[in-house]
């Protein structure tokens, strides 16, 4: 099945499951404008392709939550890192997640591996207050030309450091104009 029919059909299936939990929904089920039915319908598809894709975009990851338990700290500590660019992440609506990609061997227990904070030095230095979170998330998920159309984070350990930063330079340069 591909991804589309998967999220289709785990969609239809969520929501047949959640209106049933919704007895007084179904009562009034007769009773609701199709074409407010239709907007509602076409907005909640559309938060569902968002979430889908930056979940692909940011790959395995661990919660700001789960890895403020771990290390032993406030929550707050690790979402002002994502803030503030110190860490990859991304900010849903209930929590912030962070790529593990970003942690040598995959593990959060330190901080980013020394090339990611590199870049992420770039990012925030070079877009200044036009820095966002997002951009970072987005540059390791996207082909890079200067990695021979390769995403960074799936080279991270192949490639020298200095051409990760290269490429971060670059793109930072793009969005800078």
């Known amino acids: 099945m591909d991804a589309e029919s998967f999220l289709a059909n785990a969609f239809a299936r969520s929501l047949g499951e959640r209106w049933k939990e919704l007895q007084h929904l179904q009562t ?6 199709e074409g ?19 979940h692909i975009a940011l790959g395995e990851c661990i919660t700001a939550q789960a890895m403020a338990a771990r290390l032993g700290v406030p929550v ?10 110190r860490l990859v ?22 901080g980013p591996i020394s ?12 877009l200044g207050s036009a820095f966002s979170p997002e951009l970072v998330v ?5 082909e890079q030309p200067e990695l021979n159309d390769q995403e960074p984070r799936a080279v991270l350990s ?13 793109t930072v340069a793009g969005l800078a104009r």
């Open 158 to 170: 192949k490639v020298a450091p200095e051409k990760l930063v290269w490429s971060a330079k670059v």
């Open 138 to 142: 987005l540059w390791g998920a996207t």
């Open 36 to 54: 407010a039915v239709q907007v509602i319908a076409e907005d909640a598809a559309a938060a569902a392709v968002s979430n889908l894709s930056w």
């Open 76 to 85: 707050s500590v690790i979402v002002e890192a994502v803030s503030n660019g």
């Open 115 to 126: 090339v990611i904070t590199d870049v992420l030095e770039e990012f925030s230095g070079g």
């Open 28 to 33: 009034h089920g007769s009773d609701l404008d």
């Open 89 to 110: 992440g991304l900010a849903g609506r209930f929590e912030t997640f962070l790529p593990l990609w970003q942690f040598h061997d995959q593990v959060p227990d330190k």
